[in-house]
């Protein structure tokens, strides 16, 4: 056999062993989970419009607020969607509310202290109330005369069943049921002296995590080729063409 013969004969033999082998490529689809952010520690009170109680305006969260009292250790987590009217404040300390200001976020805490309405935790709320209207830049004497309402007139606003309740603001013709049954203690977690407590925060900790809809991820999309298909799709009778 001449060499030609022979290099045309390797030539040969190795189109053919490639012509059997084959190319796999597999697409897998990875779903693209945003980052929990941290939870809020200033959140806003939204009015909810159309909706009063007792002629007071109403407002809810539209994130979770946590909030450490310092004196006791006790991690208060004010829930997302809570409603609160301040009403555990007595209408004569309700005109040092303001919704907008600081005294509000003290209200929300204690708000949320006075429905889940502990047995024999009533007069600690109003401390905590206390404690965290100085804490947030209130006033000594404004907020002295905030406890002080709430101490003489706030009893009859402890521990209401018709205060549960949570309001979507972004969906506020519906009464969202409740995320989850009425706790026994406002206290979710106890940090002494509130050490620890901020830098938790920091790590995107939810005390009432948000519930997410599965994510629905396609199987995997396999696709295998051999070299010959290359050589098929421009052949003028091969290939995938469309006639």
């Known amino acids: 056999m001449s060499r030609s013969k022979t290099v045309l004969t390797l ?12 190319q796999t490529s597999t697409t897998v689809f990875v779903p693209v989970v945003a980052p929990t952010p941290p939870s809020s520690l200033t959140p806003q009170p939204i009015m909810l419009f159309n909706q009063t109680k007792d002629g007071r305006k109403l407002f809810t969260l539209d994130a979770e607020f946590p909030y450490c009292d310092v004196d006791t250790g006790k991690v208060i987590v004010v829930p997302r969607w809570y409603v609160t009217d301040f009403a ?4 004569y300390g309700q005109a040092f509310i303001d919704p907008q200001g600081p005294t509000a976020r003290a209200a929300i805490v204690h708000d949320w202290l006075y429905t889940i309405g502990e047995p024999g935790k009533r007069e600690e709320a109003d401390q905590i109330f206390l404690r965290a209207m100085l804490r947030y830049g209130v006033p000594p004497f404004q907020a002295n005369l905030a ?10 606003g402890y521990g209401l069943p018709t205060d ?6 972004k969906r506020q ?3 969202q049921p409740p995320p989850f049954a009425k706790p026994r203690s406002g206290m979710v977690r106890y940090f002494p002296k509130c050490q620890g407590f901020s830098a938790l925060i920091q790590t ?18 396999v696709v295998t080729k ?3 298909d290359q050589v098929k799709a421009k052949l003028p009778f091969g290939g995938d063409k469309k006639k």
């Open 11 to 22: 030539i040969g033999a190795a189109l053919l062993a490639s012509a059997c082998a084959t």
């Open 88 to 91: 555990s404040v007595p209408w």
């Open 147 to 156: 406890y002080q309402a709430v101490r003489l007139g706030g009893e009859k």
């Open 164 to 169: 549960w309740r949570f309001v979507d603001p």
């Open 173 to 175: 013709d519906l009464v």
């Open 204 to 221: 995107g900790w939810r005390a009432y995590p948000i519930k997410t809809a599965p994510v629905t991820v396609p199987p995997p999309v």
């Open 226 to 228: 051999t070299p010959l």
